[in-house]
Nanobody, 126 residues
Framework: QVQLVESGGGSVQAGGSLTLSCAASIYTTSINSYMAWFRQAPGKEREGVATINTGRVTTYYADSVKGRFTISQDIVKGTVYLQMNSLQVEDTAIYYC??????????????????WGQGTQVTVSL
């Protein structure tokens, strides 16, 4: 069973930057394999933020983060990253890494992802 471990969360002022990391015990590179970042704020549903096709190395973003966040991967390290710039108070949430080893098309629906990390807290203050 693949295990995902997130790191890099913390507290930052609005306008600042953070980079999250997600290390996978087994990292699959395939045109059907997707890694993604989700977030969940208190009282809100889990929201897909960004996803990457690990074989094609193509990316897709939620409108709320487009132009500010960048998802990337390091195959050698078996790690996916989320670079977050121009952070806003509304970005405060627990951020989760997720894997979808047998995907067909792009999606940021949480129900489509099979494997999840434990989450890392990101807090943005004024």
């Amino acid at each position: 069973q693949v295990q995902l471990v997130e790191s890099g969360g913390g507290s930052v002022q609005a306008g600042g930057s953070l980079t999250l990391s997600c290390a996978a015990s087994i990292y699959t590179t395939s045109i059907n394999s997707y890694m993604a970042w989700f977030r969940q704020a208190p009282g809100k549903e889990r929201e897909g933020v960004a996803t990457i096709n690990t074989g094609r190395v193509t990316t897709y973003y939620a409108d709320s983060v487009k132009g500010r966040f960048t998802i990337s991967q390091d195959i050698v390290k078996g790690t996916v990253y989320l670079q977050m710039n121009s952070l806003q108070v509304e970005d405060t949430a627990i951020y989760y890494c997720a894997a979808r080893p047998r995907g067909v098309d792009w999606t940021l629906a949480a129900a489509s992802f099979d494997i999840w990390g434990q989450g890392t807290q990101v807090t943005v203050s004024l």
